[in-house]
């Protein structure tokens, strides 16, 4: 989530005559989510106080008896920032059922879409389509479940699997808006869009490629599998040489399987999510980057001011900590602007910190794939089981004990004015080449990997 916004602006305001029914929007990646009301939230407020008690739960404005004034206004804003801020990061309160049906029934309730059974188109990776039968009302674990039925995935492999909203673009290729999380609907998510280039598709959601064997010993899903990575080389995601060419297009004829998936694992990219070209200030400012994600880090192809290409990988072992904040303007035609930017703190060498930003649409997508990143690793390096992992995060009940020091929600960040980043001095470094590691890929157990929101700095 990345934002609450007044509702409608200083006209709406004026209309409303600054009374307490003012609204606020969530946004989730600059779109609408929800629309809820102060009553509203304060209802949340008692309800998560009586389950857990005041010692848990984070202050709430109170309630004014006068009019407020636009000053009260904006200060009641900041103070609901902070309070849904403090509650999804919290590890019980942001994953418990109450507050995240509350939102669920907020977002239904906005879009006016009643409760009814419809028809859902999952895709697959290669483009194939499963028609699901669901409610409107059905959360993203419902849908999740009704595919693997209609696929005939066994229970004991969902959870190796997520759900993600895509938008496919002219060319055919797809942009990774985000995974679906437990707080929404994923019906009224994709129609709310109004807009058929979106859609969802179904998608392994682990890094480690050792796991790929535990779903490839079943049927469905080895094809999930092999789907996947066939489609990931078409588009270009897995880099492919002709001799590796050749040798692909002759396990496809032969329909070994298997086989071509453990080729696709000795390949470069194996595995990653490419993002959409974006900006970084690594290693200058207002360089133009291609991020990738997978094997536990992120992978730069930088475009210096020069017109020299560069390669690099940020290990996630290495990050101390991220952020994700967002500024919104508005244009002259008063639509709403939402820039979204991921900093994290790496570490460079030996005693030297250093921030990298990089400023994109999918900024959240980037940072939900390091929390599941420092998930695996956080429970291999415990020795507990990564099976068990995926099916709380499938149930939606990963807390922070289960992998130590996982990292919180996506943060919930409040804003109508402009949020800047806190000034940080950046050195530039010399790319490394492009089968390394920015700086190495040591294990430093001593840091907390933990994505913080823009209140935290």
Not at 127 to 134: F, L, T, Y
Not at 166 to 181: A, C, N, P, S
Not at 280 to 287: A, H, I, M, S, Y
């Amino acid at each position: 989530m990345d934002g609450i916004q007044q509702s409608g602006g200083c006209c709406s305001l004026k209309a409303l005559g600054l009374t307490r029914m003012s609204a606020y929007n969530i946004h989730v990646n600059g779109v609408l989510h929800c629309r809820v009301r102060y009553s509203q939230l304060l209802g949340l407020h008692e309800q998560i106080k009586k389950e857990y008690g005041n010692n848990v739960v984070p202050a709430f404005p109170p309630k004014r008896i006068f009019t407020l004034t636009p000053a009260e206004v904006e200060q009641r804003r900041e103070q609901l920032e902070k309070y849904m801020q403090a509650v999804r990061q919290d590890p019980i309160l942001g994953a418990s059922e109450m507050f995240n049906s509350f939102l669920r029934k907020a977002q239904q309730e906005t879009q006016q879409i009643p409760t009814e059974e419809v028809p859902l188109e999952i895709y697959l990776s290669n483009g194939h389509k499963v028609k699901v039968n669901i409610l409107t009302s059905d959360q993203t674990e419902d849908v999740l479940e009704a595919v693997a039925l209609k696929l005939d995935l066994p229970d004991d492999l969902v959870g190796y699997f997520s759900l993600f909203l895509v938008r496919e673009g002219v060319d055919g290729g797809l942009t990774f808006i985000r995974k679906l999380q437990e707080f929404e609907l994923p019906y009224v998510s994709v129609t709310s869009l109004r807009s058929s280039d979106f859609h969802i598709i179904l998608r392994k959601s682990y890094w480690d490629t050792a796991y790929d064997s535990n779903v490839m010993e079943n049927r469905v899903g080895l094809n999930l599998l092999y789907t996947q990575t066939v489609s990931d080389i078409e588009r270009g995601w897995i880099l492919v040489n002709k001799d590796q060419h050749r040798q692909l297009k002759s396990l496809q004829e032969k329909g070994s399987k298997k086989e071509l998936i453990r080729l696709g694992q000795t390949l470069k990219y194996f595995g990653y999510i490419k993002f959409d070209p974006c900006i970084t200030d690594f290693p200058e400012k207002g360089c133009h980057v291609i991020v990738s994600a997978g094997n536990n880090e992120l992978n730069f192809h930088v475009k210096l001011p020069n017109e020299q290409m560069k390669e690099g990988s940020f290990k996630v072992t290495r990050m101390r900590c991220w952020r994700v904040t967002s500024s919104v303007s508005r244009s002259p035609q008063n639509a709403c602007d939402v820039k979204l930017e991921l900093a994290f703190e790496y570490l460079m060498s030996k005693n030297r910190l250093q921030w990298v930003t990089i400023t994109s649409p999918q900024a959240i997508m980037m940072s939900i794939c390091l929390q599941s990143m420092v998930d695996e690793l956080m429970v291999k390096k415990s020795g507990g089981s990564i099976t068990k992992m995926l099916r709380k995060r499938h149930n939606g009940s990963l807390h922070r004990s289960d992998s130590q020091q996982a990292v919180k929600s996506p943060p919930i960040l409040v804003r109508t004015g402009t949020t800047k980043l806190s000034s940080v001095s950046l050195r530039g470094i010399t790319a490394s080449n492009s089968a390394n590691d920015i700086s190495g890929s040591d294990f430093h157990g001593n840091y907390a990997f933990e994505g913080i929101g823009d209140d935290d700095l």
